[in-house]
């Protein structure tokens, strides 16, 4: 099942996007990802208006939480620190805040089709034996693993300044463990997957500057005043 609804179409589309470019199926792949990220990309919209909306919710609650954050690492009273964080939950609840909401629909609908996009370049007879630019698309090749990784890296420092600080602390970790796989497996991988992941990664940064000229953070004050007027 698989293979009939994901990889096989997968390859269709790659063998006719290459008859779009004269067989070349370097530029089918690039053309393959923007379709990808485009399909994507609503999701994507949704998420990222959610995180703004979030980001000015928290820089309206930031005085009171640092007031609370500071009371908590003051006390050695399991009690009473049990309490202040009652407190801050309740302070979390009543301005319809969730630091932990990250919006991961995005993410795991791309790793089917991640693994759909592995095996159809695997697959592929034509992808094997393609030359594009200066590489083998069929063979693994230092320098486009070593470009998605940065790219990667890049796109991964870019949308973290997008979100707010509670959820920059818990996604440090699991944003810098992402472009490390990718370098890791792109070292052995078909150099035809670290160009996905290049033109995957370049299209996020690019689709992350329009995100944030269309969903400009909301004012502090105004976030306060609408939260206060839904209470």
């Known amino acids: 099942m698989f293979h009939t609804f994901l ?33 994507i990309m609503p999701l994507t919209a949704k998420q990222y208006k959610t995180q703004q909306a979030m ?6 609650l930031k005085p009171e939480m640092t007031t609370l954050q500071e009371k908590i690492k003051s006390t050695t009273d399991a009690t009473k620190k049990a309490e202040l964080q009652r407190e801050m939950m309740q302070l979390y609840q009543k301005h319809g805040v969730n630091p932990l909401n990250m919006g991961c629909l995005p993410m795991l609908i791309q790793m089917p089709i991640l693994m759909g996009v592995y095996y159809a370049i695997k697959s592929s007879h034509e992808i094997a034996t393609h030359s594009f630019l200066w590489f083998n698309l069929g063979q693994a090749n230092i320098i486009m693993a070593l470009i998605a990784g940065v790219i990667y890296y890049l796109q991964f420092k870019f949308s973290l300044h997008q ?21 890791f497996i792109s070292f052995s991988a078909p150099a035809a997957l670290p160009l996905y992941w290049s033109v995957g990664g370049l299209f996020l940064i ?26």
């Open 7 to 39: 990889v096989n179409p997968i390859i269709s589309l790659l063998d006719f996007n290459a008859t779009l470019f004269h067989g070349n199926y370097g530029w089918s792949i690039i053309l393959m990802t923007v379709i990808i990220r485009l399909l």
């Open 55 to 60: 980001k000015g919710k928290m820089d309206a």
């Open 163 to 183: 979100m707010p600080t509670e959820q920059q602390q818990q996604m440090k970790f699991m944003g810098l463990l992402s472009p490390i796989m990718i370098l």
């Open 206 to 231: 690019g689709q992350s500057m329009l995100f944030n000229r269309i969903y400009k953070k909301q004012p502090a004050n105004q976030s306060t005043e609408t939260t206060l007027e839904k209470s």
